[in-house]
């Protein structure tokens, strides 16, 4: 009898829920330490970017069209690497460059213009929103919890209505990432509070144990043949 496939680890909860961490984690550390802007998403930037424009404030829009155009770069980045890495998912590589910029943030000098940190989160976030959209049959954001909301509220409504568990579930799915997501915000207030610039040190070291996840995957077995094939094996 062939074996279920297991579901890949790119699709596991605990990758999103960790993601889910970082992202509440990077809206604190940008609003409370980096002039009270909100990073994640660009709905803000876009706004502010426009007003600016308008009022003839060309510097100040410059640096929100620096964090807008960072945004898309790293849409951009995310579609290209499953074309640059065919032979397996990039989240692996994804999560090491994020850990890698993390620590680097850690050291930007304290002198240094905050866009230089709203420019790198901005990519990141992109970065990791693109490349982390499922679990489990869930269609998930790890850097902003609008959509995730709404999908919640959508499933429990057919919970109810429908008298099913399949929809409970996925509820429940969203639920759990919205609650890794406050849970990272108010532990990046503390730790912004606490270690100042430093902190994102510790959303490096939240990251580490899942790319060990990522890359010690047990090694792949081999696919099971259909019964009529085996059939055939057995004959020879």
């Given at each position: 009898m062939p074996r279920t496939p297991k579901p890949e680890r790119e699709n596991s909860l605990?990758?999103?829920?960790?993601?889910?961490?970082?992202?509440?984690?990077?809206?604190?550390?940008?609003?409370?330490?980096?002039?009270?802007?909100?990073?994640n998403a660009q709905t803000g930037n876009l706004v502010l970017f426009f007003l600016n424009l308008t009022q003839g404030n060309w510097a100040d829009a410059s640096h929100y069209l620096y964090s807008l155009l960072a945004y898309v770069a790293g849409i951009l980045v995310s579609l290209a690497l499953p074309l640059l890495?065919?032979?397996?998912?990039?989240?692996?590589?994804?999560?090491?460059?994020?850990?890698?910029?993390f620590i680097a943030l850690a050291f930007i000098p304290a002198a240094a213009p905050d866009?230089?940190?709203?420019?790198s989160v901005s990519f990141l976030c992109a970065l990791q929103y693109n490349t982390l959209t499922e679990c489990r049959g869930a269609k998930l954001a790890t850097t902003f919890c609008t959509n995730n909301l709404r999908q919640m509220t959508i499933h429990l409504f057919?919970?109810?209505?429908?008298?099913?568990?399949?929809?409970?579930?996925?509820?429940?799915?969203?639920?759990?990432?919205?609650?890794?997501f406050a849970a990272g915000a108010v532990g990046g207030a503390f730790a912004a509070q606490f270690f100042g610039n430093y902190c994102t040190l510790l959303a490096a070291a939240l990251l580490l144990p899942s790319l060990l996840f990522l890359?010690?995957?047990?090694?792949?077995?081999?696919?099971?043949?259909?019964?009529?094939?085996?059939?055939?094996?057995a004959k020879k």
């Open positions: 605990y990758l999103f829920l960790t993601f889910a961490l970082v992202g509440g984690f990077l809206e604190a550390y940008t609003f409370l330490l980096h002039g009270g802007v909100f990073c890495f065919r032979r397996r998912a990039p989240h692996a590589l994804v999560t090491a460059f994020e850990m890698a910029a866009w230089y940190t709203y420019v057919d919970a109810a209505k429908n008298r099913s568990a399949a929809p409970l579930r996925k509820a429940g799915i969203y639920a759990a990432v919205i609650l890794a890359l010690l995957r047990p090694a792949a077995h081999v696919r099971a043949q259909p019964p009529a094939a085996q059939g055939d094996e």
